[in-house]
């Protein structure tokens, strides 16, 4: 078995919504049917025993080695906690090759999950070893690491089932929210809304309490200090027990509490000094510690810390009692767990010490044993839900210190006897205020229920009904993609829009192009959707960004699929039929929104078969008003766009409204008639967002088709009297519609200068020429740049195997470079005549095309 081409699809996919691993794997002829490799699901199942049930799709008939690759892929991940549940595995027309693919949650994760069910499958094969306990060890641990904690894990969960997308931006806890001019962005318990300077003040402890007794809050006595020296002097002027704690200190470290004697003082701080080199010493306030938590203007939940302890029981000793308590499967390291192993340190031991214990003590049965003061859930304490015991002033006073501060999200830290009453009644008060609070110890307290935060903190960032979502549509098909995403555009901007688009010819905002090529992928439209001046966005969706890495969306709003036809890369990544290429294209329909609509070719029986996977609504367009589907589809009352006449038309029921084609100038009064499709795409998708029908009038009527709007889509100029065209047609259909565009045009003579791309098939490239022979009397073949894989000579050969016969070409020429074919065509040039250059190098050929034009 060989692995080969191992690709993360990170978006919506040709195989399911899921995020997914997927992999090429080749097996021998042996490994195609397990059944014939003696005992080798017997080994597999013995190396893994929770490895799921093997069960080929119906249409293979037989189980192979892929087959197990998926299942033991998909059952390690399992296996390790991850929520996986989807896998396949498809038979390629390669005899022995198989598309396997696993869903995952991590990409990371699922990655290793691939390694190591590779790994499990040889072992089965040559009955070597694995190690499962290992190999689930190194998962979770990966896991746990790659994962969002659950402070942000929260807030994304509160998002998702409000219906807003997020995005990691980092492998930390940055994460966005919603696209483009809606975005919003957290940082863990932080917002975009938290300011630097409220963030800088809650860390300066002193400064806090400073503002907050000017607001009338109350807060503990205490200044800081500068030495072990200056702190018990502090101390003895506050009289009584005190705190010491780092000035700008997080998490409880370095903080000690409950201190009389001198010792304890000084050496209290220099534990704190270790942590800032400000130590701050206060009056310690008897009760419990209590984390309110205040978002926005609200009290939101508020928990008791208690510190972290053991119990005795007569036997074991405190160290092997706090073994015990952090074997707790719920205590883990760090924040991904809803405990904290208890530290068991310096302050720890100090901690004993004051009680009479050290580490190997024997405390009596029932015996309460504190191994630190302070009772922060990083350090191994526990938290106790009494969000429903907070007294209204206890909570006006929360707020209060939040909202002076100038925090959004504040965790405020009270101590007093209990939450049934107001502080100032039992001389209690606020010790700190924390920026970016960690939020588990009120989503998964040790005791009592959790509380909705993450649900608490999207509401703070969205107003009711806001989900974060700008207008998207999402344009594919063979021919016409670019032309109609461009128009599309344009009309979302002629509404007041800034969109965000990318094609085949770069990534725009506005009318900057901010990246330059091919960006009609998944890369570039995600990039869009990070751009924070993008009010709507239309993407070119291809083929091969949909292969390679699925959708840059969950969802859109409309899907257009303009056609589907032959020559568009057929026979690349096992899509070798025009039925393969339909099931790619129709991705973007099975991801409309249900209250989205799928803008389909009623012309193209492949496009229609495709409404029936749109969660959305759907409507159809065609040249032809008296279109069986159309009609059906227009008496059902459902939407259509039609021509009759010299209009295009929209109608639905009684709503109905008219394009002139004489106001749509690249139909060129109505006379091309593959630029009335992209019209009508354009028409049919800007009616589905809404847009209002006098904004689509002037869209259409002031989209100008020239090099510089739509480079190399039907550019027309004039050369000495002669007609030139420049057009990116690459495929038979696209060559078929040039063809008649062409024949609509009164000319002299016809010539046409063209290549072939290396990467298509045989046939294709001979139907090309052969179409063109129709109707060019001079045919000018160049070689391009980059063949693809061809010999030298070969395409040229195709191209010349198109024109046998040819009825109409008398002449026939071959030249080697795109620039001096197009010369050699220009010179050839009367007035009168017209001339199709299909060019290879867009921007190049056409800047070339401008300079002869200035030239002459």
Known sequence: MEVSRIRALRGPNLWSRHTAIEAIVSCTPAECDIDAVPGYEARLRNLFPEMGFLEAESHLGTISVAHALEMAALG??????CPVTFSRTAKTLEEGVFQVVVEYTEEKVGRLAFDLAIEL????????AFDLASALARLQELDEDVRLGPSTGSIVQAAVARGIPYRRLTEGSLVQFGWGSKQRRIQAAETDLTSAVAESIAQDKELTKTLLRAAGVPVPL????????????AAREIGGLVVVKPRDGNQGKGVAVKLRTEDEVMNAFRVAEEISDDVLVERYLPGHDYRLLVIGNKLIAAARRDPPLVVGDGKRTIRELVDHVNSDPRRGVGHATSLTKIRFDEIALATLTKQGYDADSVPPKGKRVILRNNANLSTGGTATDVTDDVHPEVAERAIAAARNIGLDICGVDVVCESMLEPMEAQSGGIVECNAAPGLRMHLQPSYG??????EAIIANMFKPGENGRIPVVAVAGTNGKTTTVRLTAHILGVAGNRVGMTNSDGVYVGKRRIDTGDCSGPRSARNILLHPDVDAAVFETAR??????????????????????????????YISTVEDLAVVKRVIVQNVAAHGTAVLNAADPMVVKMAGACPGSVLYFAADQYNHVLNTHRVQGHRVVFVDGDAIVAVQGEEKFRVPLAGIPITRNGTISFQIENAMASIAAAWALGLPVDTILKGVATFVNDAATAPGRF???????????AD??????????????????????????????????????REQTRILGTVFDDVVLYQDECQRGRADGEVLALLQQGLVDAPRTKNVCEIRGEFLAIDTAL?????????????DQVEEALEHIAKRIAEA
């Not at 499958?121 to 070597?128: I, L, P, Q, T, Y």
């Not at 229920?449 to 993450?454: A, H, L, S, T, W």
């Not at 010179?827 to 060019?839: A, V």
Request: aromatic content about 4%; overall charge negative.
């Open 449 to 454: 229920k959790g509380r909705p935060v993450g």
């Open 222 to 233: 205490g200044r800081s200090v500068t030495s072990a020296e200056d702190a018990w002097l």
């Open 827 to 839: 010179g050839r040039l009367q007035p009168g005549d017209l001339c199709l250059i299909l060019i």
């Open 715 to 725: 550019n027309v100029f004039d050369y000495k009297g002669a007609t030139l065209i």
């Open 121 to 128: 499958c040889r072992a089965a094969e040559s009955d070597g």
């Open 544 to 573: 091969g960004g949909v292969l390679r890495e699925g959708l840059a969306f969950d969802r859109c709003d409309v899907a257009v699929v303009t056609n589907i036809g032959m020559g568009d890369h057929l026979g690349l990544s």
């Open 728 to 765: 990116y047609g690459h495929n038979p259909d696209a060559i078929q519609a040039l063809v008649q565009a062409v024949e609509s045009m009164p000319a002299a003579r016809r010539s046409v200068v063209i290549s072939g791309a290396g990467d298509r098939r045989d046939e294709d490239i």
């Open 76 to 81: 390690l991940q399992a296996s390790a906690g």
